[in-house]
């Protein structure tokens, strides 16, 4: 890695191939990231690793609340995070062309997902009386 003397390995695992940053040592969460979107695995090189390894990235702070707006990598690209939701990048969007301006919109699109648990009190239902 450019700022690290880490090593960068191309490794491949139940689900594919991936690049990770640093060797194995147990009982230590290494930086990984998914390969599966690149068909060419033998055309990987250390620049492309260096590049998807970047990710999440983040973009800026949200005007609303000041909580991080992220550009994730995934299998199926790339998204755009802010808290629980989720906003692909338009596959001929050059992702690293992306300004926290532009993220704000796509998290206002209408292909936006909503993940995870939503915070707040659970409804207060009856308990169940077993007989």
Do not use: C
């Not at 690793?49 to 973009?59: E, T, V």
């Not at 995070?81 to 301006?101: E, F, G, M, Q, S």
């Not at 292909?111 to 995870?116: C, S």
């Amino acid at each position: 890695m450019p700022d690290s003397d880490e090593k960068v390995f191309l490794k491949q695992g139940p689900y594919g191939y991936y690049v990770q940053v640093g060797e194995d040592k147990k009982g230590l969460y290494l930086k990984r990231a998914s390969l599966s979107d690149i068909k060419d695995v033998d055309s990987v090189t250390i620049e492309d690793a260096i590049d998807i390894l970047q990710y999440p990235k983040i973009l800026g702070k949200h005007p609303d609340d000041d909580h991080p707006v992220l550009m994730t990598h995934s299998k199926v690209g790339f998204n755009i995070r802010h808290r629980r939701t989720l906003a692909p990048v338009p596959k001929n969007t050059d992702p690293k062309k992306i300004t926290l301006k532009e993220a704000l919109k796509l998290l206002s699109g209408k292909n936006v997902k909503k993940f995870g648990r939503p915070k707040g009190k659970a409804a207060n239902k009856e308990p169940i009386e077993w007989h």
